[in-house]
């Protein structure tokens, strides 16, 4: 059974950044696509940004692409979401998952079998 611990969430100013950094353990972690979401007070849970099992293919939602980079470092087990040009929209709890043999739909929650308990990030305004 896969565990994954975010770290890296806190408070910044809008236009900052912050790096989140997710560990995985107990399983293969090179055969596993990984994913970020992240839930906001009052909404639905939704995807920012996956990577596939190699790191050679990414993919965000429009509302942080040009601003998130997700990277992964099989060597360390961990992904990375660095997020610059922070806004106070992006307030939220961020999770990363993962997906053994994923190939497709990186954006649909319900495909990931394990989940992070997730880390704050909090940007005012």
């Known amino acids: 059974q896969a565990q994954l611990v975010e770290s890296g969430g806190g408070l910044v100013q809008a236009g900052g950044s912050l790096r989140l950094s997710c560990a995985a353990s107990?399983?293969?972690?090179?055969?596993?696509?990984m994913g970020w979401f992240r839930q906001a007070p009052g909404k639905e849970r939704e995807f920012v940004a996956a990577i596939s099992w190699s790191g050679g293919s990414t993919y965000y939602a429009d509302s942080v692409k040009g601003r998130f980079t997700i990277s992964r470092d099989n060597a360390k087990n961990t992904v990375y979401l660095q997020m610059n040009s922070l806004k106070p929209e992006d307030t939220a709890v961020y999770y990363c998952?993962?997906?053994?043999?994923?190939?497709?739909?990186?954006?649909?929650?319900?495909?990931?079998?394990?989940w992070g308990q997730g880390t704050q990030v909090t940007v005012s305004s």
């Open positions: 107990g399983r293969t972690f090179s055969s596993y696509a």
């Open positions: 998952a993962s997906a053994e043999g994923l190939m497709g739909d990186y954006d649909l929650g319900n495909l990931y079998d394990y």
